[in-house]
């Protein structure tokens, strides 16, 4: 890979975690209104759509603007995405519920908007394992293919997971549900094309 | 100013002139230091007007308060905005200047009271509760008040009153929240006359022996210990007797969620989520929720014979 590319890695890589960051010094500066957990919770999940939305952008930007050098950047938000909704998932684990597991498991059993949060967890953990290299060149090319566009179902499922929980105000997974709905059509219509 | 100041003469903690001249004062400052760090949400703190003297009552609760900024900085009153924090930050356009509110319907004599008739006419309590919000999180509120059924009494209600209506200001100049319709504008909420004649049922014009800041409600709001909290309407304007059961803010705008009872009860589920648990805020476990917000053993028999799970 060439040092360009490398770099910008890493600078994607550092701009990625900013958002992590500057919630942990905000906790330590007591910011985080007073029900910080639910903050947290709510800030990780958001962080996790947002990668999400710009994972999947990566291939229609590529093919609009005929940008090659984005394309590499793509594995790079996916695991980030994936990264968010891992912290996301552990502050439900740890800090929302401390690890009570009778109670979790009712929710993941009674509450849509959980099972289907978890659902998507589940897939997206499987796309994060398969996008090693060794594995995609295991797997061939069009398996693999067929397997990450899984995350066509990761978007809609996280935006329902969204959707479902707030109480009354829903702009914001209303938002994420138009974008990934331009992203998804983009595709489609790209397919019609050919 | 933001807030006005209900007059209880010789009893002040703090005098008139000593307290309007430490707000002239901080106004100064806050002018002299320009970009300074003193947000005026500080400034209201301040100048928070003490009430006294206040009447301890015996259902108080003796767990410890939750901290004056959380309870003056977290709150839901989507009338200033739907995020936890928008009602601290935008509630200073509400004025509580010459406030008034009508108390009517089936009564014998209706009557407009303003907020110095009110003081003057029924005797101020501390009421230390717990608050359970339907988002099952809580809170433990020291909260200054006085029976809603004195109020009630002195209109004399008619046999045919059978609930309660209350009804926060409707002006979206004021109350910007209100230009989305996000809920069904004014806020309105009910009781059956029993609930509202309970003891327990307060309207509240204060917080930790001070007035209430406009975030929690100013100047007076009602608060019903062992309902969600979004059932203890905010800043009302009126209250009226009726016949029959009236429309609700939450329940218009979802009936299958948000019905007209809202008792706290973990055995009954939102249907989006539990209500088996709560996290009191400052405290890191999650707690049980306890029936009727653990008033049971004052309200239950309210509600003896009826399906809870039906009435929910």
Redesign the interface.
Known sequence: MDKRAVNLKNCVLVAALLPLVFLVVRSYLGELTANPIEYVSQATGWWTLCFLSITLAITPIRKLFKFQWIFPLRRLFGLIAFFYACVHLATWVVLDQFFDFESMLLDIKDRPYITIGMSAFVITSILAYTSRKSIRLALGPQRWVHIHRLIYVIAILGVTHFYLIVKRDTTEPLVFAAIIAVLLAARFIARQKK | MKYLIPKIKENEVTSRDLFENRREWLKMMGALSLGSTIAPATLWAAAGRKLGPLEKSLYSTTEEA??F??VT??NNF?EFG?G??DPVKFADSLKTDGWKISVGGEVAKPTVFDMDQLLKKFPLEERIYRLRCV?A?SMVIPWVGFPLHKLIRAVQPTGSAKYVEFVTLHDPEQMPGQRSP??EWPYREGLRLDEALHPLTILSVGVFGEVLPNQNGAPIRLVVPWKYGFKSAKSIVQINLTETQPKTAWNL??SREYGFYSNVNPAV?HP???Q??E?R??E???RETLPFNGYGEWVASLYSGMDLEKFF
């Open positions: 939750t901290a900024k959380d900085r977290y989507y739907t936890k924090e988002e999180w996000i809920l705008a979802n589920n989006r989520w539990s088996r648990k996290r805020i400052g890191f476990r999650k």
